[in-house]
Structures are given as structure tokens and as C-alpha cells.
């Protein structure tokens, strides 16, 4: 993507907002480095800076450990990571890596990355003496809108996507929007399937400005506000449910079906895809159950389709139900799912036998028909 230019559809807010929705600061600009260097000043702590390896988060990590400065920072260390080495392995590494560097108690943990890095260093943060404090700079729209937000923390094991894991409060979060500019259209799509879901739970307003939106290339986005709309819904929704007792189950609109996608892929289908077939498949599911209406899962059905994103899968059906039934937000061996009944008012907890959930995954193997949706 090329820089951000001044005719944007919609207004941009370039200053850095921060969000009091939660007990921590959430910091939204196109350029966070002063921001960084002023929480990590004013919090007076020493800190080890952890980022993945890959090139383009490197360069933003040195960035932002030179705005920090050396006398703060005992190291800045880079991990390879991706899906693939989301595991107990790899914090264990991390974890090592922290001794070594002579980390403590009082030591802050500055995590620079996407999702994965969010989950991994911030799960590492939770377990590495007790639990350190731990702050992240998001430099992918997932880890901007989802993964960086509500304190979910973890890695995957051989059962399954995030089966260990714990709720890790940051102590901030800062979002790079500049970041956005470098990613592959791949990356950016990744995050905008969450933000499509964020936009189902909310309504009409931030649905109707993606659809606006979707008629622009992305260089034209004012991807500030976008972001800051989208991680207002989780942060509301999370103010309310920290712990997911109940309500905070929402923000799992087509995850259900997401993971079981990933896994029975070996995950060689992205997240972002797989939660873009999540979304149509609990689509299915809810007008199979009399609760959405043809045309709303049409109009849902064409914003991912503007985005570039995929509705239809070679999978097994048989094989993705399999791997779902892995998922922890099972109860008593059943599965649960989070359904819309129209854009703007989504319910969870609603459990469906396996024939009607087989049958909505054998619908993903076919391209939605322009007439009904389906």
C-alpha cells in the first residue's frame, strides 16, 4: 500500500486516541513511538522488547527501542513465529530468553507484532516469574481490532487452537496504524474479517460505512477511525464481560466454525479466511434455525465477497465437524454457537445438533448462489 492520502472518504483522525474503555490505555496513531516512550517513561520500569522476526516488525521494534532508548531497554530479542509455532515450545524459548536477558519482577515486557505475537508474549508475560507486566504495539489489523484487545492470552496444542491460555491484562496497547501500509492485501484481509464480525454485533452505522468503504481501494481507507470503530465494540463488550461469563461469547460470531476450518486444514487456511466461512456458515445456520433473514445474509455475503474474501471450501464436512468438537466453548459434549438474527442483534449460547451442523458445512463447499444467498 502506498502513504496514506489526504482525499480519504471519511475524515481522519491522525493524533494518537486513547481509549478509557478499560482498566488500560488503548492508543490508536499513525505513529505510536512517542507514545511508547512516554507510557514506558512515566511507568518507570526497565524493559525487554520482544518482537517477531519478520523483517518489516523488526524494523518497527528497533523504531520503537530507539524511542524508548537504551537506558531503558535490557534487550530487544525476535522470535520466528506464525500459527505453526504458537505452542508451548516456543514460550518456553521466550521465557529462557527472559533470564537471559535479566529480566525480574519489575521488568515490562513491550511485545511488537500481530496476533500471534499478542497471544504468545503476552501468555509468556502471564507465566514468566508470576506474571510481569506487559504492554503490546499491534502492527497487524488483527492484533488492532481482536487479538491485542480484552486480555486473552495463549497458544495451541495438538487438541486444538487455544487450549492453553490465560486472561493477561496489558498495561497498554498502541496500534500502529502506519503499519497497515506495508501489509500484503493477504494480511490486511486477515483483519477485516474480524471487523466485518465486529460490524454484524454493532449494526447498521459501522456495517453501512464498510459497504461505503468497500467501493475505495484500501490506500484511501482513514484506517484510524476504522480501527478505533472496531475496537470500540470489543472494548465495550468486554467493560461488561472480562472473564467471558457470558456476553463476551458475542465477539465468537463464526469462530465456532473458524477454528474447526483451521485445523482440519492443517492450517493451511488463514485465520482471516477461515472466520470469512465462519461468518457465512453461521449465516446458514441461523436461517436454517428461522433467526436471519435471506437478505441480511446476502448483504453480509457481499461485503466479504467486496473484501476479496473467501465463502467456499474443499474441506471435508465430516473432518471440519470433527476438529470443532475440540473447541473449549463446548458444554457437556455439545457445541455452541454465537448467531445473528439480524445485522446489529447477535445471541450465543445456542446449541445445534451435529446432522444440522454437517449440513451447513457440506452448503461451504458450494459458492453462495447470487439469488438466495445460500
Known amino acids: 500500500m502506498a502513504a496514506q492520502e489526504e482525499d480519504s472518504p471519511v ?3 491522525a493524533d494518537v486516541v486513547t481509549n478509557h474503555d478499560l482498566s488500560y490505555p488503548i492508543a490508536i496513531g499513525y505513529d505510536v513511538r512517542q507514545a511508547v516512550a512516554e507510557f514506558v517513561r512515566s511507568d518507570g520500569r526497565r524493559v525487554v522488547l520482544l518482537h517477531d522476526a519478520n523483517p518489516s516488525v523488526a524494523r518497527i521494534a528497533r523504531r520503537v527501542g530507539r524511542s524508548i532508548g537504551k537506558g531503558r531497554t535490557l534487550a530487544t530479542l525476535g522470535f520466528a513465529l506464525g500459527e505453526a509455532r504458537k505452542r508451548l515450545s516456543t514460550v518456553e524459548r521466550v521465557l529462557d530468553a527472559l533470564i537471559a536477558a535479566g529480566a525480574d519482577r519489575k521488568t515490562l515486557v513491550v511485545g511488537v507484532g500481530g496476533g500471534v505475537a499478542s497471544d504468545l ?3 509468556a508475560a502471564g507465566m514468566f516469574m508470576r506474571g510481569v507486566g506487559y504492554a503490546h504495539v499491534a502492527t497487524s489489523l488483527v492484533a488492532m481490532v481482536d487479538a491485542s484487545i480484552g486480555g486473552k492470552t495463549g497458544v495451541d496444542l495438538r487438541g486444538g487452537k487455544n487450549l492453553a491460555g490465560a486472561f493477561v491484562d496489558p498495561a497498554a496497547v498502541f496500534c500502529d496504524v502506519s503499519a497497515l501500509y506495508t501489509l500484503p492485501l493477504r494480511s490486511l484481509r486477515e483483519g477485516l474479517a474480524e471487523i466485518v464480525k465486529a460490524a454484524i454485533i454493532e449494526g ?6 464498510l459497504e461505503t468503504l468497500s467501493g475505495h481501494d484500501f490506500v484511501r481507507w482513514p484506517w484510524a477511525d476504522v480501527v478505533a470503530a472496531a475496537a470500540k465494540v470489543k472494548t465495550a463488550i468486554v467493560h461488561d464481560d472480562r472473564l467471558e461469563a457470558g456476553m463476551r461469547e458475542l465477539l465468537n460470531l463464526g ?3 473458524a477454528h474447526g476450518i483451521e485445523r482440519a486444514s492443517h492450517y493451511r487456511v488463514a485465520h ?4 470469512a466461512l465462519g461468518l457465512r456458515a453461521a449465516g446458514l445456520l441461523a436461517l436454517r434455525t428461522g433467526r436471519f433473514s435471506e437478505r441480511e445474509h446476502l448483504r453480509v455475503l457481499t461485503l466479504l465477497t467486496l473484501f476479496g474474501m473467501p465463502l467456499q471450501t474443499s474441506l471435508d464436512a465430516d473432518a471440519v465437524l470433527e ?3 475440540s473447541d473449549k466453548k ?8 454465537v448467531l445473528p438474527r439480524s445485522i446489529g442483534d447477535v445471541e450465543y449460547g445456542i446449541e445445534c445438533g451435529d446432522r444440522t451442523v454437517r449440513a451447513v458445512l457440506s452448503r461451504l463447499r458450494w459458492a ?3 439469488a438466495r444467498g445460500r
Open 11 to 13: 475524515g481522519i483522525s
Open 323 to 325: 476438529a470443532m468438537r
Open 255 to 257: 469462530h465456532t466454525f
Open 368 to 370: 453462495p448462489s447470487s
Open 121 to 123: 508474549f503476552g501468555f
Open 272 to 275: 482471516g479466511a477461515a472466520v
Open 330 to 337: 463446548r458444554r457437556d459434549g455439545r457445541l455452541r454457537f
Open 204 to 209: 447498521d452505522d459501522l456495517f453501512d460505512s
